[in-house]
């Protein structure tokens, strides 16, 4: 009997355990307004990149947060608002668990130079929780 109970015991803090999980794991998807496809990018927020910089910013997205930092530093320069400003959210979004002050930063830096009359005001308004 002692042993079923312990096998019981052990069940049970087991799946407390993954329930606990996966709540936490929602409310962090809820905080960084979770977007599967941040790199889609729609017609208003397209302009403002030259196209021959568009393939290597896909590169450097599918490299990870060190690629795309490097990537920004060159070509940062090279690209206006809005389209700037939603390849720095993206960039956040990447290295919020990371390094959250480095993204802190950037999201600050693009907070500031954003107006609010830009496509991307709503997502800045959307991902201004999670990076207080």
């Known amino acids: 009997m002692n042993r079923l109970g312990t096998l019981l015991l052990l069940a049970l803090v087991g799946f407390l355990g993954y329930r606990l ?7 962090v998807k809820e905080a960084v307004q979770y977007e599967p496809n941040t790199n889609v990018v729609s017609s208003a927020v397209a ?3 030259p196209p021959e910089l568009e393939i290597s910013w896909q590169r450097a997205c599918e490299a990870g947060p060190a690629a795309m ?15 700037r400003a ?12 990371a390094n959250p ?16 009359n ?5 997502r ?3 991902l201004e929780p999670a990076f207080r």
């Open 47 to 49: 302009t403002g990149m």
């Open 124 to 126: 800045i308004k959307s």
């Open 21 to 27: 999980y996966k709540l936490i794991e929602k409310e």
């Open 69 to 83: 930092s490097n990537w920004l530093a060159r070509f940062a320069h090279r690209v206006s608002d809005p389209r």
């Open 101 to 116: 002050a480095e993204a802190r930063r950037v999201f600050n830096a693009v907070k500031a130079r954003v107006s609010t």
């Open 118 to 122: 830009s496509p991307v005001y709503r």
């Open 86 to 97: 939603c390849i720095e959210l993206d960039y956040c979004e990447k290295i919020a668990w």
